[in-house]
């Protein structure tokens, strides 16, 4: 197979159909209407942003169940946390209302030793993370944030045990050549992703790992590893490995086309830019928009190609009727850019400013949620 997914490249992912065809992620809405049925969806997903998943059906049956669940998902240290880091953790908090106990990992070693950035920016970033964490909404309550390098010893035998049923050959095709920082990186993950299942943390369950779609392979290997260790697992008393669920969310667009990234600061806009700075970002950004505006009020401007939208419809406008005004009078041509590009900035400003002014609480407390190792 020619196609493959790498989690330490840059690259944009576009073809997100290629992954429901070569590798068996199954599309989201085909789970959204049960979930309906249930719980009120969150609005990436109702919004198509969360687009595949695997094994979601028993996530399904576990809030049928009221069986309890739990969430793990990681953070890269790696830069400051701009929207499309925030995917993550809104999802995360959506799942925490719905009685999840919460695991985050910081991948601090990966940003070391794959990223190469010094173990002091690392920390910062990640402290800087968690105040943001915090000050969208995380609850403290059966929360667990720790750095994959500062943890507790079983979560640290785990990830050894299981080097044991991995081969080169395995890693290769799965990752193509991984230097050892990146195998020290995988099996962190891996140790991630199945950790929860441990007595000391909870017991065998159901874990849904929420991810971007770059993520997947290490979804396919810790799910393997599932298979290969459960039945080790319960003869030695520890209730067997269960595969993990996980969910797909599309990359938001960067400001400037291609995709936003944290080394193109104009790319994007970091939840602690300054609400000035970052509305003038937005008014610069590229638009959906026709090129004269005699053609966009024949024709409609383009939601759908359109960064500014995507900031509305991700982060700035929860409530879908009010979207889809935004985007009627766009498409009918009724509203012009530079009208709804200073309507989104405003509404941009707004946001920052409520945030930061919960984010200055938030540092207060961070050392007090994580364990932050001194080097
Ligand atoms: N590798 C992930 C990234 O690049 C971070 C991460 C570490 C992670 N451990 C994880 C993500 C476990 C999901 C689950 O962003
Ligand atoms: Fe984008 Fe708004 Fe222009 Fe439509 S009107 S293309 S949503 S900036």
Same mark, same amino acid.
């Given at each position: ?159 050894? +045990?299981?080097?044991? /049923?991995? =081969?080169? %050959? @395995?890693?290769?095709?799965?990752? !193509?050549?991984? *230097?050892?920082?990146? &195998? ?101 950004? +590229?638009?959906?928009? /026709?090129? =004269?505006? %005699? @053609?966009?009020?024949?024709?409609? !401007?383009?939601? *759908?190609?359109?960064? &500014? ?67």
């Amino acid at each position: 197979m020619e196609f493959r997914l790498d989690p330490w490249s840059s690259q944009l992912v576009v073809e997100y159909d290629k992954l429901f065809k070569y590798f068996g992620i199954r599309p989201f809405k085909e789970v959204l209407p049960e979930l309906e049925r249930i719980v009120k969806p969150h609005h990436l997903m109702r919004r198509g942003v969360i687009f595949g998943h695997r094994d979601f059906e028993r996530v399904l049956q576990a809030l049928r169940s009221g069986e309890g669940f739990a969430i793990l998902t990681g953070l890269m240290p790696s830069g400051h946390m701009h929207f499309g880091h925030k995917m993550v953790i809104d999802q995360v908090i959506y799942y925490q209302g719905l009685g999840a106990e919460i695991f985050i990992a910081i991948a601090d070693v990966e940003a070391y030793a794959v990223r190469r950035l010094s173990r002091r920016d690392v920390i910062r970033y990640a402290k800087e993370y968690v105040a943001n964490y915090l000050a969208l909404g995380l609850r403290r309550e059966r929360l667990h944030i720790y750095f994959q390098s500062n943890y507790r010893v079983e979560y640290y035998r785990l990830m050894q +045990l299981l080097s044991r /049923r991995v =081969t080169s %050959a @395995e890693l290769k095709d799965i990752y !193509g050549d991984v *230097e050892p920082g990146k &195998v020290m990186s995988i099996f962190a993950q891996m140790a991630d992703i199945l950790h929860p299942q441990l007595p000391s943390f909870g017991s065998h369950r159901v874990v849904l790992v929420p991810v971007g779609a770059d993520q997947d392979p290490h979804l396919r290997l810790a799910r393997d590893l599932a298979d290969r260790y459960s039945a080790e697992f319960k003869s030695l008393g520890l209730g067997g490995l269960e595969r993990p669920a996980s969910t797909y969310h599309r990359f938001m667009s960067g400001l400037t086309g291609g995709k936003m990234s944290s080394s193109k600061p104009e790319s994007y806009i970091a939840l602690t830019d300054d609400p000035d700075v970052a509305a003038a970002k937005l008014m610069r950004a +590229l638009t959906g928009g /026709r090129p =004269t505006a %005699a @053609e966009q009020r024949r024709l409609g !401007g383009e939601p *759908e190609k359109c960064p &500014v939208y995507e900031m509305l419809s991700y982060h700035l406008v929860p409530d879908d009727e009010e979207l889809k005004r935004i985007y009627l009078r766009c498409r009918g041509g009724e509203m012009l850019c530079g009208e709804c590009k200073r309507e989104a900035a405003e509404r941009l400003r707004r946001f920052l400013q409520e945030h930061q002014r919960r984010l200055e609480r938030a540092r207060d407390i961070v050392d007090s949620v994580v364990d932050v190792p001194d080097f």
